[in-house]
């Protein structure tokens, strides 16, 4: 890559090679549409969900992934196999957004067998592999025997930099466990009675925390850190 080629770059006269286009994406963590002045929008084509550069997910190797966001796509891997799971996960927060339920609910099952991952689904799916492994994880943490912990039925995918609290420590410092960057795999749990608080599950190949919090992840404790 030479000066020459940068000066002709930015100044509209070329662009770079798609392979070029590739290198500096992976270098630079931004996508091949920012790197182009963005002349479309990005939508993930599994949810529907409008992409910028922080919520882009990703391949194996790094790269970004510009049909998918980090909720449903990690790594490589699709995290739904099963489109009404995915409409569970989305409806709560469109609720939030002043969608009613039905609503929300409908909208979903309009739009979503739209979307490239739905439509090419059949090829694209690991015939429940991941899903598979959401089930052992289930068992697992449920074996664990909480107290007061209600049974995980569910483990939908989260983005590390939204869960990532700050535990304390008995000495006064406080740690964090997770990558920002990192999908996981987790669920919050309402206590049978009011407590005042929330468990919190998190977990993927290599561990599983669980934890309480308060509302908006205040006063939160470290309940356990097991190592799979």
Known sequence: MTRQAVSRWENGETIPATETLKLLSKLFNVSINTLLGS?????????????????IGKNDD???????????????????????????VCVPHMAKEGFSEEEARAYMKEKLPHLNYWKRHDELSDQGKFDAFKKTLIEEINGLHIEG????????????????LEYPLSNGAKVKFLNDETTYLGTQLEP??????????????????ICTYGKGGSDPKLVMYKKR
């Open 62 to 88: 790094g790269s970004l992934n510009e049909e998918y966001c980090k909720w449903c796509y990690a790594d490589g891997t699709y995290t739904y196999d099963n489109m009404d799971d995915l409409i569970d």
């Open 149 to 164: 912990m209600p049974p995980v039925t569910k483990l939908s995918a989260l983005v590390g930099s939204y869960v990532n």
């Open 192 to 209: 049978e009675t009011d407590m005042g608080f929330c468990y919190g599950v998190v977990a993927n190949v290599d561990f599983i925390l």
């Open 39 to 55: 002349p479309h929008p990005l939508y993930c084509q599994c949810c529907g969900m409008p992409l910028d550069d922080s919520i």
